[in-house]
């Protein structure tokens, strides 16, 4: 019998999580248990063995897609690439290395669902971070200055955990790190966006891929380039048909 229409994708960009993925895949595939729903991996020119591992994963969970860049695009580019494969109406992101805790992606979609249709994104703030205190502090000063400059009312834009409606990513502009910034430009775009609190774990394996100065750097163009684009947003409201 052929699998059900997913409703839901949960897309997850990764880069060399050979020791994460499987594990987070088989989170996922409990957590949503009993929905229609696709996950579709993005391997982003893995230089490990994190793309034979999902691919061999593909016979244990029936919903488990893989797609794979030929070459490093970095995370905004997987999880765009896995939203445009992506079946389902509504996407969930989260990140690869098992930090975000599968369990809180339905909660992430009801509150969606339940929403008015102008809502178009529910995201995850990290309540009790588990990483070094160094991050932390980059984060706070970050999220901050963030949230002031572009008043998008998000504590937490850097946790990877989201849902939102696919349609509505698809008409914002797309740019590297553009993953931190989708409730700015979702509000840009004329749609109300909400937040929830979300666990957060320890990195048990792999390494992060960031560095706190190579994001402070990208973040300040980042943070004049969406300041510029909200400068140029003109809203018609409401479009009658005549
Ligand atoms: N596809 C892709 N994913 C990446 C890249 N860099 C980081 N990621 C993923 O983005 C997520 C967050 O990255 P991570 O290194 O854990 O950042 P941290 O939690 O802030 O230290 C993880 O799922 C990574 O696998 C990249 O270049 N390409
Ligand atoms: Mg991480």
Same mark, same amino acid.
């Given at each position: 019998?052929?699998?059900?229409? $997913?409703?839901?994708?949960?897309?997850?960009?990764?880069? /060399?999580?050979? +020791?994460?993925?499987? *594990?987070?895949?088989?989170?996922?595939?409990?957590?949503?248990?009993?929905?229609?729903?696709?996950?579709?991996?993005? /391997? *982003?020119?893995?230089? /490990? #063995?994190?793309?034979?591992?999902? @691919?061999?994963?593909?016979?244990?969970?029936?919903?488990?897609?893989?797609?794979?860049?030929?070459?490093?695009?970095?995370?905004?580019?997987?999880?765009? %690439?896995?939203?445009?494969?992506?079946? +389902?109406?509504?996407?969930? %992101?989260? /990140?690869? *290395? +098992?930090?975000?805790?599968?369990?809180?992606?339905?909660?992430?979609?009801?509150?969606?669902?339940? +929403? $008015?249709?102008?809502?178009?994104?529910? #995201?995850?703030?990290?309540?009790?971070?588990?990483?070094?205190?160094?991050?932390?502090?980059?984060?706070?000063?970050?999220?901050?200055?963030?949230?002031?400059?572009?008043?998008?009312?998000?504590?937490?834009?850097?946790?990877?955990?989201?849902?939102?409606?696919?349609?509505?990513?698809?008409?914002?502009?797309?740019?590297?790190?553009?993953?931190?910034? &989708? $409730?700015?430009?979702?509000?840009?775009?004329?749609?109300? %966006?909400?937040?929830? $609190?979300?666990?957060?774990?320890?990195? @048990?394996?792999?390494?992060?891929?960031? %560095?706190?100065?190579?994001?402070?750097?990208?973040?300040?163009?980042? &943070?004049?380039?969406?300041?510029?684009?909200?400068?140029?947003?003109?809203?018609?409201?409401?479009? *009658?048909?005549?």
């Amino acid at each position: 019998m052929p699998a059900a229409a $997913p409703e839901i994708s949960v897309v997850v960009p990764v880069f /060399d999580e050979e +020791g994460a993925a499987p *594990d987070l895949a088989r989170e996922i595939a409990a957590a949503f248990k009993g929905r229609k729903f696709e996950i579709v991996f993005v /391997d *982003d020119a893995s230089r /490990d #063995g994190t793309r034979a591992a999902l @691919t061999a994963l593909k016979r244990e969970i029936p919903q488990l897609r893989v797609l794979g860049h030929r070459n490093n695009a970095g995370q905004s580019r997987a999880i765009r %690439t896995g939203i445009l494969g992506a079946k +389902g109406a509504v996407v969930v %992101t989260l /990140d690869g *290395d +098992g930090q975000n805790d599968p369990a809180d992606g339905p909660k992430l979609v009801d509150a969606l669902l339940a +929403g $008015p249709p102008d809502l178009a994104l529910v #995201g995850g703030e990290r309540v009790k971070r588990q990483d070094s205190q160094a991050k932390k502090v980059a984060s706070r000063i970050g999220n901050g200055v963030r949230k002031r400059l572009l008043k998008d009312t998000a504590n937490d834009t850097g946790c990877g955990l989201k849902a939102f409606r696919r349609e509505a990513f698809l008409r914002l502009p797309y740019f590297d790190h553009i993953h931190r910034y &989708l $409730p700015a430009l979702m509000v840009r775009e004329g749609y109300r %966006t909400a937040f929830l $609190p979300v666990n957060h774990r320890h990195r @048990t394996t792999g390494r992060s891929k960031y %560095t706190n100065l190579g994001r402070l750097w990208v973040s300040l163009s980042d &943070l004049f380039g969406v300041i510029w684009l909200q400068s140029r947003a003109r809203n018609p409201g409401e479009v *009658d048909e005549l």
